[in-house]
């Protein structure tokens, strides 16, 4: 069994950053495939950006350029920085860690970004 958990959500101005953290416990860190997914309200789950356990990264169109995810496997920790923020950020984050056998979410953290 493996658990997730998210920190660093909170409000930001458009223009702010913030950086989302996310411990895993439990299991091979370093082997999972470490994603984070946004929700807004009214709208589906999506994926934002993808870390393997080689450390490859990838992103959606909308957050190239401004969100950057690194992980720390010393820490068991995947991280997400995201610069530049815009409205159209507001959302639930999610981390998710995939691999063989191995589909596990966190509880999720608010990221609101408002004036």
């Known amino acids: 069994q493996v658990g997730l958990v998210e920190s660093g959500g909170g409000l930001v101005q458009p223009g702010g950053s913030l950086r989302l953290s996310c411990v895993a416990s439990?299991?091979?860190?370093?082997?999972?495939?470490m994603t984070w997914h946004r929700q807004a309200p009214g709208k589906q789950r999506e994926l934002v950006a993808v870390i393997t356990s080689g450390g490859s990264t990838n992103y959606a169109s909308s957050v190239k350029g401004r969100f950057s995810i690194s992980r720390d496997n010393a820490k068991s920790t995947v991280y997400l920085q995201m610069n530049s923020l815009k409205p159209e950020d507001t959302a639930v984050y999610y981390c998710?860690?995939?691999?063989?056998?191995?589909?596990?979410w966190g509880q999720g953290t608010q990221v609101t970004v408002s004036s």
């Open positions: 998710h860690a995939g691999g063989l056998r191995v589909d596990y």
């Open positions: 439990g299991g091979i860190f370093s082997g999972y495939i």
